[in-house]
């Protein structure tokens, strides 16, 4: 079974202060995404990574995929209260869209 | 456009009694996923179908649990009978080939 542990599980912040989420695993991923959940509607994706030390930027969110595509991060620079939510990596194993969740990171960004 | 629909979206009902959930994929998707969340287990894929064909049910955690998609724009997921552990929300969702997974915002169930 392949398993995707992130760190934190919780994270209070204030605003302005910059985090990192991490998420890691023993097994290699061909591609792993990040989503956010807010409370009573469904995760919504922010962006996929497939490439071994691929790094993209979502405004003030930048991602990395590492080299070996077992793990990732999720950085969030000058944090801000629209960023509270609930934190998912999500890996395909196998390109077939048959994703494995990580067990999430609930952030909150106080004003 | 319209996405993801389920219904409903809260469902109480006791024990023993069967449970019909429903989703309406975005339309064009070929790919429709039933997941469910809990607190301890997270978000678990539970039964995945490609063109209404049902591809991988290995997440079905058991029997009483059964999944169909009759035609290219529903899916039902139903519990029979249902147990309190089946307390949960449940997630469909769907995509188009291997593109990303857009979400229903879910069916709160509570089995008392």
């Known amino acids: 079974t392949q398993l995707l542990e992130q760190s934190p599980q919780f994270l209070s912040i204030q605003e302005g202060e910059n985090l990192t989420v991490y998420c890691n695993s023993s097994?290699?991923?061909?591609?792993l995404q990040w989503y956010r959940q807010e409370p009573g509607e469904g995760p919504v994706l922010l962006v996929t990574?497939?490439?071994?030390?691929e790094v993209k930027k979502l405004k003030r969110l930048t991602f990395q995929f590492g080299d070996a595509r077992k793990d990732s991060s999720l950085h969030i620079t000058a944090a801000q209260p629209g960023d509270t939510g609930l934190y998912l990596c999500?890996?395909?194993?196998?390109?077939?869209?048959?994703?494995?969740f990580g067990t999430g990171t609930r952030l909150l960004v106080s004003p | 456009d319209a996405g993801v629909i389920q219904s409903p979206r809260h469902e109480v009902t006791e024990m023993g009694q069967e449970v019909t959930l429903r989703c309406k994929p975005i339309?064009?998707?070929?790919?429709l996923f039933w997941y469910r969340q809990t607190m301890m287990r997270g978000l678990e894929l539970l039964i995945y179908?490609?063109?209404?064909?049902?591809?991988?049910d290995s997440g079905m955690p058991e029997d009483r649990f059964s999944a169909k998609m009759p035609n290219a724009s529903f899916s039902t997921l139903k519990i029979q009978p249902s147990e309190p552990r089946d307390s949960a929300v449940y997630f469909c969702?769907?995509?188009?080939?291997?593109?990303?997974?857009?979400f229903g915002d879910g069916t709160r169930l509570s089995i008392l």
């Open positions: 179908f490609n063109n209404n064909v049902p591809i991988d």
């Open positions: 999500a890996g395909d194993p196998g390109g077939f869209q048959k994703l494995v």
């Open positions: 339309s064009g998707h070929d790919y």
């Open positions: 097994s290699v991923f061909s591609s």
């Open positions: 969702a769907s995509s188009l080939s291997s593109g990303p997974q857009h």
């Open positions: 990574v497939v490439t071994g030390g």
